[in-house]
Nanobody, 125 residues
């Protein structure tokens, strides 16, 4: 499967953005999809993930209550709705996919076999 993240941009503190992760080459409904982000000089960190069925979601504590992950299998796309954005949310955001679903390891980037190119989100203060 190939993944393409889009929707990044420049937004003020408190604003919103919706990122999209469009899949091609396979049906994304059979994959667990995760969003990660990487700020300059920082390690890649987990943001959110959604099971292949869409029935289970996971969030990093830093975004819980502000970000929402969802999927539209008919459009072969996974979304990340980001509200109440903060300057600390500034990063390149990546979507990833894996055929397995392991709640124990879902926040670890190493379990994801497929990655898209990132999209830059900049939150100004």
């Amino acid at each position: 499967v190939q993944l393409q993240a889009s929707g990044g941009g420049l937004v003020q503190t408190g604003g919103s953005l919706r990122l999209s992760c469009a899949a091609s080459g396979d049906t994304v409904s059979t994959y667990t999809v995760g969003w990660f982000r990487q700020a300059p000089g920082q390690e890649r960190e987990f943001v959110a993930a959604i099971s292949w069925s869409g029935g289970t979601t996971h969030y990093a504590d830093s975004v819980k209550g502000r970000f929402t992950i969802s999927r539209d299998n008919a459009k072969n796309t996974v979304y990340l709705q980001m509200d109440s954005l903060k300057p600390d949310d500034t990063a390149v955001y990546y979507c990833s996919a894996d055929r397995s679903y392991s709640p124990t390891y879902i926040a670890q980037p190493g379990i994801y076999d497929y990655w898209g190119k990132g999209t830059l989100v900049t939150v100004s203060s």
